[in-house]
Structures are given as C-alpha cells and as structure tokens.
C-alpha cells in the first residue's frame, strides 16, 4: 500500500526501495497508471514544440523591415516547416533559406534573430546547420 502524498513517495518507500536495490532486488520505481519521467518529458517536450509559435526577435523585424522584407502566409508556413526539420536533426542555430531571404533562427528558442534578402551581403557565421525550403 502506498503512503504518497500527491503522487510522491513517501519516506518509508524510498528508504525501501534503496534498501531493495542495496540487495540487488528489482525494484518498481513507477505507481499503477504513472509514467517515468523520460516519458513525462518526451510528452513535455512534444507539447511545447507543438504549440510554441515561431517567435521573431526585435533585430530580426527591424531587420525586416528596414529591407522590405515580407512572409506570405505560405512561406511563414514553410519558414516553420524549416524550423522543424533543423529542430529534428538537432541544430541549434540554423540558417533556413526560403526563396530569396534567408533567416538566422534559435531553434531551441524557436526564434528568428535576423533576416537577409537577396541584395544583402551573404556571410552566415555561428550557424550549425542549414536548411532549404
């Protein structure tokens, strides 16, 4: 029987299952319906990337901006699908290029640091990966 308080183990049962382990004895870490945590974080982690928006920085929509740079809808779409993949393969700040601009993006922060167009200069540095869309 259990003596958790909000689902947390109370001192009794760590103490035995230390004890358990101690004596080399299989020891059952998770309650009935509970999950472990690299579960509970694999879902934390899928939940955030899924509903986190695509954040731009105040460099990147001055940078915008000052270049007359604009996203239609269709290519905000695939400057997220970008993300995503450079997100997937583990980059950490990608250079996604989409038609004639290209964006620096955090990918761990989902956010885009600044935008070039096609009469910038095309020098990319501290990047770890690159994406085409």
Do not use: C, Y
């Not at 986190?52 to 990147?60: Q, R, V, W």
């Not at 269709?74 to 964006?103: C, H, N, P, T, Y």
Request: avoid cysteine; glycine fraction near 6%; hydrophobic fraction near 35%.
């Amino acid at each position: 029987m259990s003596n958790s308080f909000n689902n947390f183990p109370s001192i009794r049962e760590m103490t035995s299952r230390v004890e358990q382990q101690k004596q080399g004895k299989p020891v059952q870490v998770k309650g009935p319906g509970s999950i472990s945590f690299a579960e509970m974080l694999e879902k934390t982690t899928k939940v955030q990337g899924q509903t986190e928006p695509l954040k731009f920085s105040k460099h990147a929509n001055l940078r915008m901006e000052s270049r007359n740079l604009d996203l239609s809808d269709e290519q905000l779409g695939r400057l997220k699908d970008g993300v995503a993949k450079a997100s997937e393969k583990g980059i950490k700040e990608s250079l996604v290029m989409l038609d004639d601009m290209a964006f620096i993006v955090n990918v761990t922060n989902n956010t885009v640091i600044t935008a070039v167009g096609s009469t910038d200069e095309k020098i990319f540095t501290n990047i770890d990966g690159a994406v085409v869309v």
